[in-house]
């Protein structure tokens, strides 16, 4: 796939011709990457519809390459999933979430930071035990911890999937379900698990208003995510019509370029002391 930095394309072109597959040539650099900490975390503020005010935020990783720029994920969590990198990475997404909150919780926020967890995740064993030992280490806030994670993860391994879930649900961390709507989630399941959000994928939001089919999905997760008592943050809010349209939804959160694209944790701190003045 094309992607806006072109980098996909050009390591694919570039690299099938050596070996067939662009991933095996890219993870040495990935590797390097982590070592380097050339990985940064840019953060999304969610805005709360009652309150007009940041209520929490995603962190949104981002390849800080000395010769390409800034690399969006699109273009390499996919060969660290492939490679199993993304285990690594994850962790150190975690630890660098987790210093992040503290300068965050300073500046005036106590919501919810989140982080997404990959289903490759899930194959490592000792995911649960290894996140503990970070919480302890770093001493992070596991009350600010959100992780945001895909139907795919959920119906990967379910028993080892749900024990994980349950384990660091122990700890205060929250659990939302990401892309919802594009994959397929069990009813059941949703009861069972202590997952309190669900995020609408932007691809049902870029419908709205307009589109019938979307605008009755969208309804649809609204109502239902409220009936199981849990809230629903929409994601890809780019217009104010949209916005609107959730609002009169009964919508929960927000998230999108209408108010803010992923921003540097700098910038992400300012935009809170100008939300705390409010
Ligand atoms: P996602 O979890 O669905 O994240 C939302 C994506 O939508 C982000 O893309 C965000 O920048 C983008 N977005 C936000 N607002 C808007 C909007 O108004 N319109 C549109 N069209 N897009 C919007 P990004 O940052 O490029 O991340 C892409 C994907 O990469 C994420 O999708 C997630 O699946 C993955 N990813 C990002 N960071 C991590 C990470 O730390 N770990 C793992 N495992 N995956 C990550
Ligand atoms: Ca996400
Ligand atoms: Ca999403
Ligand atoms: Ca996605």
């Not at 720029?69 to 962790?91: H, T």
């Not at 996140?131 to 992070?140: G, K, P, T, V, Y």
């Not at 009813?187 to 419908?207: E, Y």
Request: aromatic fraction near 8%; hydrophobic fraction near 40%.
């Amino acid at each position: 796939a094309k992607s806006q930095s072109g980098l996909s394309y050009a390591i694919y072109d570039q690299q099938k011709d050596q070996s067939g597959n662009a991933d095996i040539t890219l993870e040495p650099e990935l590797w390097r990457a982590l070592q380097k900490g050339e990985f940064v975390l840019h953060y999304q503020p969610r805005i709360d519809l009652r309150t007009g005010c940041i209520t929490g935020a995603e962190a949104l990783i981002r390849w800080q390459h000395p010769e390409r720029g800034l690399i969006r994920p699109d273009d390499f969590i996919p060969a660290c999933e492939k490679s199993g990198l993304i285990v690594p990475i994850g962790y150190w997404v975690i630890q660098q979430a987790g210093r992040d909150m503290k300068l965050i919780r300073e500046a005036g926020l106590h919501g919810h930071i989140g982080v997404n967890l990959s289903f490759r995740q899930f194959q490592d064993t000792y995911l649960a035990r290894t996140i503990e030992r970070l919480i302890e280490q770093f001493d992070i806030d596991s009350s600010m911890l959100e992780f945001e994670l895909t139907e795919t993860a959920l119906f990967s391994d379910e028993v080892h999937v749900k024990e994980c879930i349950r384990a660091l649900s122990a700890h205060g961390i929250e659990f939302s379900l990401d892309d919802f709507g594009t994959g397929y989630s069990s009813f059941s399941l949703l009861q069972k698990l202590p997952i309190t959000k669900l995020k609408i994928d932007k691809s049902f939001i870029a419908g709205v208003p307009g589109n019938a089919d979307d605008e009755e999905i969208v309804r649809a997760i609204v109502s239902l995510a409220h009936n199981l008592q849990k809230s629903v943050i929409a994601e890809g809010v780019e217009t104010k019509a949209q916005l609107e349209f959730l609002i009169k939804q009964d919508c929960d959160q927000v998230q999108g370029y209408f108010f803010s694209p992923p921003v540097s944790l700098d910038l992400f701190l300012k935009m809170l002391g100008a939300n705390e003045m409010q």
